[in-house]
């Protein structure tokens, strides 16, 4: 008899669904059939059920975090059962070890990680049997059955069980040693809080820092613009003034002075040229191209993304979700036709199927065989949904998948663009742009454009002819300021970690970083932005991420590090590649990591010598250090005390000054004052100017009353302002 361990319950339902079972405690038993004579057993694993062991399960003297202990470096890595998931390890170890089991089928998801999970979970049960590799990329009945009709044998893919233990152990290693390494360095120079670094969370903290000092460090300048309306003999034309193709006047007299030389003047049309030009319908999705539209259109952030596509995968809509390729195989691509054909039965893409283009299997921009190496592109499946069985954020997500396999049977979008130059007293050149749509193509399906056209409101030209004169019938300047660099949405950092090798200055790394897609993979992109977060070093607010304090003092107190910079990533990605393809020793890259390890404690104590931190930063780091016992909740900043150089802070249940005890500054309000509770934005008001808005509601015994708080400057208090000099 065979044994199949999926990843996840759900995953193991869908493999056992196309054959008649029974339901046992962990298990499915499936009955005799022509895919498995013998009948066979379905479990699996509740994801990672195994995790490596904490140092101190290694070694007691590494339990305490000191210098003195550094590098910690195991003989051998082990791994041992995650605590909360005995129950089911128990459940798969019982029935590996039957007797009657003469193989196992290796089920988790296709890829590294469910690679990995499997695997793991037989080294630790101590079971050494024959095996065998189920490598689908959906879940369908007709996937399933295929896949367990062309099983792989178990060495095709035990070369990326490899590249995925040594990645998790090299992770292991560089983030125990240099986490400890400067948690504890940071503490004795007065930063009291715990710092996590791993070889692709810090490189992407490091991006987001350098943003946050790109945006805090810019200086706007001012600029003007200088548009006109010309009339020639009834049509209107409006246009922007420009030199050299620089349209942006420096100076506002000399805007200005244009502008009346301008006025009431000749025109001449000197050319009219016009441009077609056709875009192309957007690639199929990977997971981050869909994280990212996902978080535009709809807010989702990448992880969230990443679990709705999970559960559709799970349901046999979608195909597998963490896939880098998109492109599709000659074998997905014949499936498309039918699938179409089943998409217009469904109410919402009647009006776009049939599509004009049957076929795709003969263009290379969406099929192409050497551009898929473990999956395919994100596409869905041959199965409908039942919509009433799909909440709102999975019909949302389906819908995305199925208009980009839509598009990809539209033919391309095309519009003309018009430019007409002309001349003002034969010296001011201007120009206009307009836009006409001839084609609409496969922007019926999706607004999704490299022109963004969908956003462009172009005028409308009126029909000229060069050499045609008019006059200049009004003139207008008006100011503008150079902006700062945008804040990443999650959406955009899905994409900077995947494109991070266009930030190395060595051509060879970044040709690496290219090819294995950036900092992080598929799987695990979305599960660093969370882990930033949850450590406290970014946090994301409007769907913009912010660097928080302890994220910028981090990467300072890195520096020019190794640990700050793609480079490791691309060389470990490189070595993981080749070890992944049967062409590089995992013990060999474990070696250059270990020694990699003593470099970095090295590093870090020369670094150390130039640290000089912000006080003020340090002392809100500590404050807010949720391991600490005498961790406090931040308080809010709302302004500066009436009375010192100190802050007015809300504390809850008053407002009162920073400098309490270094100064002794008496400075208070009580957020509630006779019944009224006072809010932040009054407060603010009433320190910026001396008096709050009007506040409506004070309670004086039977009495209600409305006023303006105030500061009495001769007193030194607040004190009540009525309107009208009205007294209650």
């Given at each position: 008899?065979?044994?199949v361990?999926?990843?996840?319950p759900?995953?193991a339902?869908?493999?056992?669904?196309?054959f008649?079972?029974?339901?046992?405690?962990?298990?499915?038993?499936?009955?005799?059939?022509?895919?498995f004579?013998?009948?066979?057993?379905i479990?699996?694993?509740?994801g990672?059920?195994?995790e490596?062991?904490?140092?101190?399960?290694?070694?007691s003297s590494?339990k305490?975090?000191?210098?003195?202990?550094?590098p910690?470096?195991?003989?051998?890595?082990?791994?041992?059962?995650?605590?909360s998931?005995?129950?089911?390890?128990n459940?798969?170890?019982?029935l590996?070890?039957?007797?009657?089991?003469?193989?196992i089928?290796i089920?988790?998801?296709a890829?590294?990680?469910?690679?990995?999970?499997?695997?793991?979970?037989?080294?630790?049960?101590?079971v050494?049997k024959?095996?065998k590799?189920?490598w689908?990329?959906?879940?369908?009945?007709?996937?399933?059955?295929?896949?367990?009709?062309?099983?792989?044998?178990?060495e095709?893919?035990?070369?990326?069980?490899?590249?995925?233990?040594?990645?998790?152990c090299?992770?292991?290693?560089i983030g125990i040693?240099?986490?400890?390494?400067y948690?504890v360095?940071l503490?004795?120079?007065?930063?009291?809080d715990?710092?996590?670094?791993?070889?692709?969370?810090?490189?992407?903290?490091?991006?987001i820092?350098?943003?946050?000092?790109?945006?805090?460090?810019?200086?706007p300048?001012?600029?003007?613009?200088?548009?006109?309306?010309?009339?020639?003999?009834?049509?209107m034309l409006?246009?922007?003034?420009?030199?050299?193709?620089?349209?942006?006047?420096?100076?506002?007299?000399?805007?200005?002075a244009?502008a009346n030389?301008?006025i009431?003047k000749?025109?001449?049309?000197?050319s009219?040229?016009?441009?077609?030009?056709?875009?192309?319908?957007?690639?199929?999705?990977?997971?981050?191209?869909?994280?990212?539209?996902?978080?535009?259109a709809?807010?989702?952030?990448p992880?969230?993304?990443?679990d709705?596509?999970q559960?559709?995968?799970?349901?046999?809509?979608?195909?597998?979700?963490?896939?880098?390729s998109?492109?599709?195989?000659?074998?997905?691509?014949?499936?498309?036709?039918?699938?179409?054909?089943?998409?217009s039965?469904?109410?919402?893409?009647k009006?776009?199927?049939?599509?004009?283009?049957?076929?795709?299997?003969n263009?290379k921009r969406?099929?192409?065989?050497?551009?898929?190496t473990?999956h395919?592109?994100?596409?869905?499946?041959?199965?409908?949904?039942?919509?009433?069985k799909l909440?709102?954020?999975?019909?949302?997500?389906?819908?995305?998948v199925?208009?980009?396999?839509i598009?990809?049977?539209?033919?391309?979008?095309?519009?003309?663009?018009?430019?007409?130059?002309?001349?003002?007293?034969?010296?001011?050149?201007?120009?206009?742009?307009?836009?006409v749509?001839?084609?609409?193509g496969w922007?019926?399906?999706?607004y999704?454009?490299k022109?963004?056209?969908?956003t462009?409101?172009?005028?409308?030209?009126?029909?000229?002819?060069?050499n045609e004169?008019?006059?200049?019938?009004k003139t207008?300047?008006?100011?503008?300021?150079?902006?700062?660099?945008?804040?990443y949405?999650e959406?955009?950092?899905?994409t900077?970690m995947?494109?991070?090798?266009?930030?190395l200055?060595?051509?060879?790394?970044?040709k690496?970083?290219?090819?294995?897609?950036?900092l992080?993979?598929?799987?695990?992109?979305a599960?660093?932005i969370?882990?930033?977060?949850?450590?406290?070093?970014?946090?994301?607010?409007k769907?913009?991420?912010?660097?928080?304090?302890?994220?910028?003092l981090?990467?300072?107190?890195?520096?020019?590090?190794?640990?700050?910079s793609?480079?490791?990533?691309?060389?470990?990605?490189?070595r993981?590649?080749?070890?992944?393809?049967?062409?590089?020793?995992?013990?060999?890259?474990?070696?250059?990591?270990?020694?990699?390890?003593?470099?970095?404690i090295t590093?870090?104590n020369?670094?150390?010598?130039?640290?000089?931190?912000?006080?003020?930063?340090v002392?809100?780091i500590t404050?807010?250090n949720?391991y600490?016992?005498?961790?406090?909740?931040?308080?809010?900043?709302?302004?500066?005390?009436?009375l010192c150089?100190?802050?007015?802070?809300?504390?809850g249940t008053?407002?009162?000054?920073?400098n309490?005890?270094?100064?002794n500054?008496k400075?208070?309000?009580?957020k509630?004052?006779?019944?009224?509770?006072?809010?932040?934005v009054?407060?603010?008001?009433l320190?910026a100017?001396?008096?709050?808005?009007?506040i409506?509601?004070?309670?004086?015994?039977d009495?209600?009353?409305?006023?303006?708080l105030?500061?009495?400057?001769?007193?030194?208090?607040i004190?009540?302002?009525?309107?009208?000099?009205?007294?209650?």
């Amino acid at each position: 008899m065979k044994i199949v361990i999926a990843e996840k319950p759900d995953q193991a339902a869908k493999l056992a669904a196309p054959f008649s079972f029974t339901k046992k405690a962990g298990y499915f038993e499936v009955k005799p059939n022509t895919y498995f004579p013998d009948g066979a057993l379905i479990t699996w694993a509740i994801g990672h059920l195994c995790e490596l062991k904490a140092p101190e399960e290694y070694n007691s003297s590494w339990k305490k975090w000191t210098l003195e202990t550094l590098p910690i470096i195991p003989d051998r890595f082990e791994y041992k059962v995650t605590k909360s998931k005995y129950k089911q390890f128990n459940v798969i170890k019982g029935l590996v070890k039957r007797p009657d089991i003469r193989e196992i089928i290796i089920g988790g998801d296709a890829g590294r990680e469910g690679e990995l999970i499997i695997r793991t979970i037989l080294k630790v049960c101590g079971v050494n049997k024959p095996m065998k590799r189920l490598w689908i990329s959906s879940l369908t009945e007709n996937a399933v059955k295929n896949g367990f009709s062309n099983l792989l044998p178990e060495e095709k893919t035990r070369d990326i069980y490899f590249e995925a233990l040594s990645r998790s152990c090299a992770d292991w290693l560089i983030g125990i040693n240099t986490s400890r390494l400067y948690t504890v360095l940071l503490k004795q120079n007065g930063v009291k809080d715990v710092f996590s670094i791993g070889r692709v969370q810090t490189p992407t903290l490091a991006l987001i820092v350098k943003r946050e000092h790109e945006i805090a460090n810019f200086k706007p300048e001012p600029f003007w613009d200088l548009e006109a309306e010309f009339n020639f003999e009834g049509k209107m034309l409006k246009a922007k003034w420009h030199k050299n193709n620089i349209s942006r006047v420096q100076e506002e007299r000399q805007a200005i002075a244009i502008a009346n030389f301008c006025i009431n003047k000749n025109v001449e049309i000197t050319s009219i040229k016009k441009e077609t030009k056709e875009y192309a319908p957007p690639l199929l999705f990977n997971l981050s191209a869909l994280q990212a539209t996902a978080n535009k259109a709809y807010k989702f952030s990448p992880q969230n993304t990443l679990d709705i596509l999970q559960k559709l995968y799970l349901k046999g809509l979608v195909s597998y979700p963490r896939s880098d390729s998109q492109f599709l195989t000659n074998e997905e691509a014949k499936t498309l036709p039918n699938i179409l054909e089943n998409l217009s039965k469904i109410d919402k893409y009647k009006k776009l199927l049939p599509s004009p283009t049957n076929s795709i299997i003969n263009n290379k921009r969406f099929v192409n065989e050497k551009k898929v190496t473990d999956h395919h592109a994100i596409i869905i499946t041959e199965q409908l949904p039942e919509f009433s069985k799909l909440n709102s954020e999975e019909e949302k997500i389906y819908d995305l998948v199925v208009r980009q396999v839509i598009a990809a049977h539209y033919n391309n979008a095309i519009f003309s663009y018009t430019a007409i130059h002309s001349l003002v007293e034969k010296r001011a050149e201007f120009i206009s742009k307009g836009k006409v749509q001839i084609e609409e193509g496969w922007r019926k399906v999706i607004y999704h454009s490299k022109d963004n056209s969908s956003t462009d409101e172009d005028e409308l030209l009126p029909l000229l002819s060069e050499n045609e004169l008019g006059i200049v019938a009004k003139t207008k300047v008006k100011k503008g300021e150079t902006q700062p660099p945008n804040r990443y949405s999650e959406g955009n950092l899905i994409t900077v970690m995947k494109t991070a090798g266009k930030h190395l200055e060595d051509a060879e790394l970044e040709k690496v970083l290219s090819k294995t897609e950036g900092l992080g993979t598929e799987a695990t992109r979305a599960g660093i932005i969370g882990t930033l977060k949850d450590r406290n070093y970014i946090e994301v607010k409007k769907n913009q991420v912010f660097a928080t304090t302890k994220g910028m003092l981090l990467i300072e107190a890195l520096g020019e590090s190794i640990l700050t910079s793609p480079s490791m990533t691309a060389k470990w990605e490189q070595r993981l590649s080749e070890i992944g393809e049967g062409n590089a020793s995992p013990k060999v890259f474990m070696e250059q990591v270990k020694k990699l390890a003593f470099k970095l404690i090295t590093d870090a104590n020369e670094r150390e010598k130039v640290w000089a931190f912000n006080q003020s930063e340090v002392d809100k780091i500590t404050a807010n250090n949720p391991y600490s016992k005498k961790y406090k909740k931040e308080k809010t900043i709302i302004g500066k005390c009436m009375l010192c150089d100190g802050s007015i802070i809300d504390h809850g249940t008053f407002y009162g000054c920073s400098n309490y005890k270094a100064a002794n500054c008496k400075f208070s309000i009580s957020k509630k004052i006779l019944s009224k509770t006072i809010t932040q934005v009054n407060i603010k008001k009433l320190l910026a100017s001396g008096e709050s808005t009007l506040i409506k509601g004070f309670k004086k015994g039977d009495k209600t009353f409305n006023a303006h708080l105030c500061w009495d400057e001769k007193e030194h208090k607040i004190i009540f302002k009525f309107p009208h000099n009205q007294q209650p």
